[in-house]
């Protein structure tokens, strides 16, 4: 009884991919075949590093899949962000360090951070969308996810349509750290996408300051330059 019950619901209100908007099936967990195939993969490559050459000093720097406007890594961390569709969030975390691991060239950290979301905005959202991609990193990886050592002071305007100096200028000073129990770690600091960095840049540099021994970044997407 009760499983017909639950394929008469699956019926009227079936579970949709958030890439193509198609029903999912059995065996297809939060997306489809067809987009976890087509998802627009970065090259295990240096590539994310070199942005950041020359601004701040990193372990590792790695991005998953690729953005474009109006593609499949926008729609997915559309629904991330504004749908709240944290297990979505997980599960790309949990492939995003599959995929690192199976390259054999990334370091295991000791622990993982978020990019922490100033209070009103979380009390607005109610929830931080790089913490469910770090929840799915950390759980892959088999270590914690630490969201009280590091905070953001200060309220940044959003990033959107912001040069690059303006997007520093805009998140220059907003975090710090609440203790010294990061002091000589490897911590992996996680975004939801990297368009200049300078989030990540300016939280990274934070942290090193405060005394973490190495740094390596990871974001979902990033945005083609």
């Known amino acids: 009884m009760k499983s017909s019950i639950n ?37 295990l490559s240096e590539q994310i590093l070199d942005r950041f050459a020359g601004r701040i000093k990193l372990a590792e720097a790695r991005a998953y ?32 360090i599959a995929h690192l691991q199976n390259s054999g060239k990334f370091g295991k950290p000791d622990v993982v951070i978020p990019i922490p979301l100033h209070k009103s905005k979380l009390r607005v959202r109610g929830y931080n969308q790089s913490e469910a991609l770090a929840r799915g990193m950390a759980n892959a990886l088999g270590i ?10 200060k309220k940044s305007e959003t990033q959107t349509k912001k040069d690059r100096a303006a997007r520093w200028q805009n998140v220059s000073g907003i975090f710090a750290v609440t203790n010294d129990s990061l002091n000589n770690k ?39 330059l």
């Open 186 to 224: 490897h911590i992996l600091l996680v975004d939801d996408v990297i368009t200049t960095g300078a989030t990540l840049e300016a939280c990274g540099q934070t942290l090193l300051d405060a005394g973490v021994a190495s740094l390596s970044i990871a974001a979902l997407a990033a945005a083609m």
């Open 144 to 153: 914690s996810v630490d969201t009280t050592s590091v905070i953001r002071v």
């Open 65 to 96: 899949i690729k953005f474009y406007h109006g593609g499949l890594a926008q729609k997915l961390l559309h629904s991330i962000k504004y749908k709240n569709n944290q297990e979505l969030g997980e599960y790309l975390g949990k492939m995003f």
């Open 7 to 43: 394929d008469l619901v699956d019926l009227l209100f079936p579970n949709c991919c958030p890439g193509c908007g198609q029903p999912l099936v059995a065996g297809e967990r939060h997306l489809c075949n067809s987009c976890e195939l087509d998802l627009p993969l970065f090259a």
